[in-house]
């Protein structure tokens, strides 16, 4: 109270004076009245600077205006009377949008990619600590606990981060500095490949060894994904190992799928099915025939990349066997699917088979093979009308969504064929088509929200 009486008292003599104060000044005293967390209102220079004259941390709220979480925390806990004396005491607290001014920056900085994130840094902005996500009141106030005692006692990323440029490259270092980094949230590509050299061989291949190499791989480009191969290969069946082998084959998983993403040429996309086809291969996994698995990521790439002569042309190579599959067939394939699903299941007890979703799952099995058939045609037929806009590319799609109907008549096969005669100018069809499409969804019990819009578009 002292100290907000002498500020104020300061600001009326300048002001006699016809001076101003900046504005920082002020901005770390919150009001009499004030209850929860007061957020300093400076810029991200002045909040540091504020931070090491008040020789404190900082928190940080990154947020975005469309984020419902950021939204919940900001209403729930920072106005919150315990939130607000254990942060106002112990940090300076700031927010910043990371879509907007020095918040893109920060966000960059700091590697923020999900919303809303907690930063916790030193006053000279190094990184102490990160949150992702709100976990309630009481999950951020045993954030900032730790946050607090990190703060006094760990040692800051930045002097890891400096052994590291200095080449320090002992394998008890970067095992430590790879966790430390992992925690902080941040990629540990260059200090996981210095590892990969340093550790034992024998010690890569363990359980803990395929833990800290999928726990800090992040792409598959590099030497961690061949050691990581062969770690899940030499685990594989051993039952001790099981837990450690599922997560790094997740891990990989998500990375092939992550790469595939963002991949921006087709160098880059060969590289990916290259890697994907090693994984397969050597891990002796099962999945899609090899052309038609990779048909499908070529087709994914080029419609990414708005590439439409390429999109054009695999989407054309993948529909023709789907097109030209027989009824006949198609019947052979159903029958042999669900006789294999009633061997694999067939030791289930009683209890379980008599589930609702069991004899559901059963009840799809019997039509599994013309179900497929239908849901890639539907795809096929929705990617072009997304993408293209020619008549011609049109009504082939249009070919292709009504083998999709003849084949397993849905709400979501209806939609797509409403909404090509839409785009073809066939407005009194494709409402036709459409209410079908509504009627059916309610029906079955799907949420019909989009179809009605879509039905009310169609009607304008």
């Not at 400076?42 to 540091?48: A, F, I, K, S």
């Not at 590289?271 to 891990?283: C, D, E, G, S, Y």
């Not at 109907?405 to 939609?415: F, G, Q």
Request: glycine residues 6%.
């Amino acid at each position: 109270m002292k100290t907000r009486l002498y500020v104020r008292v300061l600001a009326l003599w300048l002001a006699l004076l016809g001076l101003t104060a900046p504005s920082h000044v002020f901005a770390s005293l919150p009001p009499d009245d004030h209850v929860g967390i007061h957020f300093f209102t400076g810029t991200w220079n002045e909040l540091l600077a504020e931070a090491k004259k008040q020789k404190k941390p900082v928190f940080v709220d990154v947020y975005t205006t469309w984020c419902g979480p950021c939204k919940l925390m900001a209403k729930q806990a920072f106005p919150d009377k315990a939130v607000g004396d254990l942060f106002n005491a112990n940090f300076i607290s700031y927010q910043i949008d990371a879509e907007k001014g020095e918040g893109i920056e920060v966000a960059k900085k700091y590697n923020v990619t999900a919303y809303p994130t907690s930063l916790f840094v030193s006053a000279d902005g190094d990184l102490i600590q990160r949150t992702v996500g709100y976990g309630g009141i009481k999950g951020l106030v045993d954030e900032a606990n730790k946050a607090i005692e990190a703060a006094r006692t760990a040692k800051p990323i930045a002097l890891w981060d400096k052994e590291f440029a200095n080449g320090k490259r002992d394998a008890d270092f970067l095992k430590t500095y790879l966790a430390q980094r992992a925690q902080l949230g941040l990629p540990n590509g260059d200090a996981l490949d210095a590892y990969l050299l340093a550790a034992p061989e024998a010690d890569l291949t363990t359980p803990a060894g395929l833990e800290l190499i999928s726990g800090n791989l992040t792409t598959t480009n590099s030497k961690g994904f061949d050691w990581l191969l062969d770690g899940i290969k030499a685990n594989q069946g051993q039952r001790t190992s099981a837990p450690a082998v599922q997560k790094a084959v997740m891990a990989v998983s998500q990375l092939l799928a992550r790469d595939e993403r963002k991949a921006t040429s087709e160098a880059e996309m060969e590289r990916v099915i290259a890697n994907r086809m090693k994984l397969t291969q050597k891990l002796g996994m099962k999945g899609p025939a090899g052309t038609t698995a990779t048909d499908g990521m070529w087709l994914n790439f080029y419609k990414r990349t708005k590439n439409v002569p390429k999109y054009r042309e695999f989407a054309t190579k993948s529909a023709q066997p789907l097109m030209a599959v027989s009824a006949d067939s198609l019947k052979t394939r159903n029958d042999e699917a669900y006789q294999r699903f009633l061997t694999q299941t067939q030791s289930l007890p009683d209890s379980v088979k008599k589930t609702a979703n069991f004899k559901r799952y059963a009840d799809q099995m019997k039509n599994g093979a013309t179900q497929q058939t239908a849901q890639a045609l539907n795809s096929l037929a929705w990617g072009y009308f997304e993408t293209l806009t020619d008549p011609a590319d049109l009504n082939q799609a249009l070919a292709w969504s009504g083998r999709s109907l003849e084949l397993n008549r849905s709400a979501a096969s209806l939609d797509t064929y409403a909404q090509l005669l839409g785009k073809l100018g066939r407005k009194p069809e494709a409402i036709k088509y459409e209410e079908e499409a509504l009627a059916l969804a309610k029906k079955t019990g799907e949420d019909a929200a989009d179809y009605e819009k879509t039905l009310a578009a169609l009607k304008q």
